[in-house]
């Protein structure tokens, strides 16, 4: 008698990252917040904050462009991810799928699959706005495009990973609005991305941000859209790159070890 072979974890996270796309276009309010605030954010602080850097051939509305860049991935996956897991927690989704032969794996890769897709279209968008409003330079180097590739993929994987921890120990779908919001404005602060140069803020302030991956995802992506001279603005006086893959490779294996720890298919005895 032949027996059935289920698909492997891989192949069920496909096919889930397929449904998480398909789900997240039906709903247009979250798609157009998703897309267009990052963006709005941009325009209007680079706009405000937009001046000449004394002895530099760029402007501080460019340095902010670049860093948002990096701060617009962060949100589409540990924000949006950790908000959109405790709605499928609380709407009972995450309990039906524990019925169905895919294991949380499964679940992690299509949620990864989901942020990947809306983080690409977010960088593509907001590389736009920011070359046409702000002079910003699209990047055409090899090396440069490399480090986009790596910062992106390491970004997106552990904000993702910790997205899903917090959005697994917030028991609803408000008391995860708050908290990752929360998070993610103070760590933009703290992390230099409203403010330009990051060297103007309290030392002390950058060396809490350091140990969190927005910081590093920001450095990152200046260091793709900025000259080499724009990274004496840094606190380190260089773009630090070795450091910013250990960092967010270190986060993204924090946070699936978070994840699955933390990871509950639905509130129930908790």
Excluded: H
């Excluded at 994987?157 to 910790?162: K, M, N, Q």
């Amino acid at each position: 008698m032949s027996t059935l072979t289920l698909p492997g974890t891989f192949s069920l996270g496909l096919v889930r990252g397929a449904a998480e796309i398909k789900q997240f276009f039906r709903i247009r309010e979250q798609v157009i917040f998703t897309f267009a605030f990052p963006s709005l954010l941009m325009i209007l602080l680079g706009s405000m904050l937009n001046s000449s850097m004394p002895g530099m051939a760029i402007t501080t509305g460019q340095v902010l462009a670049a860093g948002m860049i990096g701060s617009g991935i962060v949100s589409t996956s540990f924000t949006s991810i950790g908000i959109n897991l405790a709605s499928d927690r609380e709407l009972g989704a995450l309990k039906r799928l524990r019925g169905t032969p895919m294991p949380a794996a499964s679940y992690f890769v299509g949620k990864i699959i989901l942020v990947g897709f809306t983080s690409i279209a977010q960088v593509v968008l907001m590389s736009i706005v920011g070359s046409l409003l702000f002079d910003l330079e699209l990047p055409t180097d090899p090396a440069k495009l490399l480090t986009a590739l790596w910062v992106f993929l390491l970004g997106i994987t552990g904000c993702t990973l910790l997205g899903i921890a917090l959005g697994s120990v917030t028991r609803t779908v408000s008391g995860a609005v708050a908290v990752t919001n929360l998070i993610y404005l103070a760590l933009q602060f703290i992390s230099g991305v409203f403010v330009t140069p990051i060297t103007t803020l309290p030392k002390v302030m950058v060396d809490i941000a350091s140990f969190f991956p927005v910081k590093w995802i920001c450095q990152g992506f200046r260091s793709v859209f900025l000259p080499a001279e724009a990274a004496t603005q840094e606190m380190a006086g260089t773009w630090e790159l070795p450091m910013v893959a250990l960092v967010l490779t270190a986060w993204c294996a924090a946070g699936l070890l978070l994840a699955k720890l933390t990871f509950r298919w639905s509130n129930e005895g908790r």
